[in-house]
């Protein structure tokens, strides 16, 4: 396919859309989420595809990562609103990265089509993560995915090697009676622990001693240690329309009767990793001389649903069943001075449930409820609604409720380790979860508001002991986002206030979080053949008892000697050409001359000034 080349892509209303070719035109690139919605392949740049050019490809604000990308990153703000139906098997830090289920994206695309995305990597190493998707017809398409990423590190044993294979596919046939969708993934994600910085490095840091700058030269607690998570997962989603009938005006979907199976099939494995074992950073060890030292968990889930569609019920109501089991734990005990009777927790459970979807004029309404009876690890409810009020693109606003009652994740309950300290076999309640959110999008501003309280929170103490919180967590969370334009100049400014009134002592956030972008942005040269976006932000958040990392639970826990709340000031210059987008960023360009105050958790700094380079690139052949 001939590419016309006389304007960039675009996707934005008002500007100009271009054609790919004769008979093809961005809007038939399309991408499908695990819910549905359809958005367009996005070859522009703007200051949102700056925000989201990072490891993760998407906007972090909420998130400080540590030095090297790959590694881990701690939350400065926390989203209730998305809680999971079942516990998960933890180790929560090396999950950042993890594509879940509803993160996999589905494509309809006219001709093949490819994407690259390229990034230097810190000291050694890069980050390429390459999509090529391809229709064999109209009705099936079928798209391969995978981000790799290896990067050194300035500091000692930092080294990140990470993995994200992600295939999917979906067929419908041409009356669409019968359709399927699915994807498998595979995720390794594999990390040198340093354990951060001894006290006397610290010093060496904080004082900028010349002797230092090369900060491989300091120090560091582990010199042997590593952790590695892997995961792999099956999802096929398929359904059969069983009555049909058409309204003949219109010529849609009147009534129908659908019968649907989704199958899932996830496993998980973590295991910390240490050579010599002789730091006495975790305590005394006993080693039972296990051949097989991985914490495992296996969820295997069957749903089966009804689901009708009518006006009579406003839009579309589904009934489901889930039938579930899973599986956690070890293979044998792995300290010979453990007290643990059991290696493994296992079971099933029966779910019942039902989603509603409807749209009445400009307000749609959306529900999803399941409750799981019985006493197993699994019991529990879920309950989620959302009113959605929309009036063409100028305004939007939401209201969302969550309730949930779940166990808390499994390494909570059971954990084996060499080290004493670190084997527990606990039976906690369930968390009790009640999020209400607001959201707002206009010309105007761009706002969410949310109100959650906690029950039962469940947390890693300051000796590294899961917990339950015997009060209530009750925590606000307000966000606006607000671009002001003049000319060729933007200024973007988004600030999070967070308030916790009851339980601050186990759940710690900042006060306050920003994020202020000063930027210019305009078409360089005749005929206009690049768009360019140059400018700087300014990231900042309040000081606070920021969570400690801890390597060998793969997990933060609670700390109360530091505070760490600092501004970082990145420059940058992207630009466009055609559709390829490139990057040019420094990260933390004032730290020669700012304190060294700046730390990503207590005594692991956050990076030095580094020069990154990166670019996005798509093809349609």
């Known amino acids: 396919m001939n590419v016309n080349a006389t304007a960039n892509d675009s996707i934005n209303s008002g500007e100009k859309k271009i054609i790919l070719s004769g008979k093809t035109k961005y809007t038939d690139y399309k991408i499908f989420s695990h819910q549905g919605d359809t958005t367009y392949i996005d ?37 209730f609103s998305n809680v999971k139906l079942f516990p998960d098997i933890g180790f929560t830090a090396k999950q950042f990265s993890y594509l879940d289920i509803d993160e996999i994206k589905y494509y309809e695309v006219p001709t093949p089509t490819t994407e690259i995305t390229y990034r230097t990597g810190l000291q050694q190493g890069q980050v390429v993560d ?145 050579t010599t074992e002789t730091t006495d950073i975790f305590g005394e060890i006993n080693d039972a001389d296990a051949n097989d030292k991985k914490a495992k968990s296996t969820i295997f889930n069957n749903e089966f649903n009804l689901e009708f569609n009518s006006k009579y019920v406003l839009g579309k109501f589904k009934a489901k069943t889930n039938l579930t089991k899973y599986t956690y734990g070890y293979d044998t005990i792995l300290n010979s001075n453990s007290t643990i009777d059991k290696i493994k927790l296992k079971g099933g459970a029966i779910s019942f449930g039902a989603d509603w979807n409807a749209k009445i004029k400009n307000f749609k309404l959306n529900a999803d409820v399941s409750i799981t009876p019985g006493n197993s690890r699994l019991s529990g409810n879920f309950l989620k609604g959302e009113a959605v009020y929309e009036k063409d693109s100028v305004l939007s606003v939401k209201a ?62 300051e000796n590294n002991k899961p917990l339950q919180f015997d009060g209530q967590i009750v925590y606000l969370k307000l966000k606006a986002n607000k671009e002001f334009k003049y000319k060729k100049f933007a200024l973007d400014n988004t600030v999070m206030y967070q308030n916790v009134s009851s339980g601050s002592s186990v759940f710690r956030v900042p006060e306050i979080v920003s994020r202020n972008t000063f930027y210019y942005q305009d078409y360089w040269f005749k005929g206009k053949p690049m768009l360019v976006n140059i400018g700087a932000t300014l990231k900042y958040f309040t000081k606070y008892k920021m969570n400690a990392y801890n390597p060998l639970l793969a997990e933060f826990t609670l700390q109360n000697t530091q505070e760490i709340g600092f501004p970082s000031l990145d420059v940058f210059f992207n630009a466009q050409v055609r559709r390829t987008r490139l990057f040019f960023k420094i990260d ?5 001359i700012t304190p060294k105050n700046y730390y ?22």
Do not use: C
Request: charged share 20%; no cysteine; net charge negative.
């Open 600 to 621: 990503s958790a207590p005594n692991y700094p956050y990076r030095d000034f580094t020069i990154r380079f990166g670019l996005v690139w798509n093809w349609f052949i």
């Open 130 to 274: 390459a999509i090529f998707t391809v229709n064999f017809s109209k009705r099936l398409n079928v798209a391969m995915s995978y981000k790799g990423l290896r990067s050194l590190g300035a500091y000692r044993r930092s080294l990140s090697s990470n993995g994200n294979f992600r295939s999917s596919f979906h067929y419908i046939t041409k009356e669409g009676q019968y359709q399927i969708r699915g994807h498998f993934t595979s995720q390794d994600f594999f990390n040198q622990e340093s354990g951060g910085l001894p006290d006397t490095e610290i010093e060496k840091f904080e004082s900028n001693d010349p002797d230092y700058t090369t900060r491989s030269y300091l120090d560091v607690n582990l010199d042997d240690a590593e952790n590695q998570f892997d995961s792999g997962r099956m999802y096929i989603e398929h359904s059969y329309k069983l009555v049909a009938s058409k309204d003949t005006i219109n010529k849609k979907d009147f009534s129908n009767l659908k019968i649907g199976h989704v199958l899932t099939n996830e496993s998980k494995t973590y295991e910390f990793i240490q």
């Open 43 to 79: 070859t522009t740049l703007s200051i949102k595809k700056d925000y989201k050019f990072n490891y993760l490809r998407t906007d972090n604000f909420e998130l400080l990562d540590f030095h090297n990308q790959g590694q881990t990153f701690t939350n400065l703000g926390y989203d």
């Open 400 to 461: 969302s409720l969550l309730l949930s009652s779940k166990s808390p994740n499994f390494n909570t309950l059971l954990h084996q380790s060499e080290y004493d300290d670190y084997n527990w076999q606990n039976n906690f309640s369930n968390i009790n979860t009640r999020d209400l959110g607001f959201v707002l999008s206009s010309n105007w501003i761009n706002a969410t508001l949310n109100f959650t309280n906690i029950d039962n929170y469940t947390y890693f103490s």
């Open 588 to 592: 933390n360009v004032t730290s020669s």
